[in-house]
């Protein structure tokens, strides 16, 4: 499957493939904020945690703040190559902030699983209100 790559400015790129969309927006240098609509069936390869990494070698560690509110569960395959970034990366990042959809219950509980396997602790903060993932932005933009 094919990965439509578009940079829609100087600060945003939007990575879509197969009805999923990954979309990057450096708030700051050192700030990313990823937005994932869609259902991530693994159709990305690395290119979701490519430009993460991406945006580390050009700032150093990142503070992550990823907006799932609008995304549907990823797939296993998905799931541990997330789990095992963070669990690989941690001195990359400053602090990973994942906003989860109250009323999805798989997603949320995917997310927890992440956060415990990847033996993040305090790095990985799992929030169900946009409000305080707003402030979270603000805090760290």
Known sequence: MSIEREQINATTLRLTS????FTYERLKPGVL?????????????????DEVNAEFERFG??????????????TTAVMEAWTAYF????????????????????LHLTVRIVKHLSGTGGLLQIVDERKAFEEMARRNA
Not at 18 to 21: F, K, Q, V
């Open 61 to 74: 560690p990142l503070a992550l703040l990823v907006d799932t509110t609008e995304a549907s569960g990823p």
């Open 18 to 21: 197969g009805g999923c969309s």
């Open 87 to 106: 669990a690989a990366n941690r001195k990359k990042l400053k602090t990973v902030c994942i906003l989860v959809n109250a009323e999805s219950k798989l």
């Open 33 to 49: 904020l990823v937005t994932i609509r869609g259902d991530d069936h693994g159709q990305f390869g690395t290119a979701t945690i």
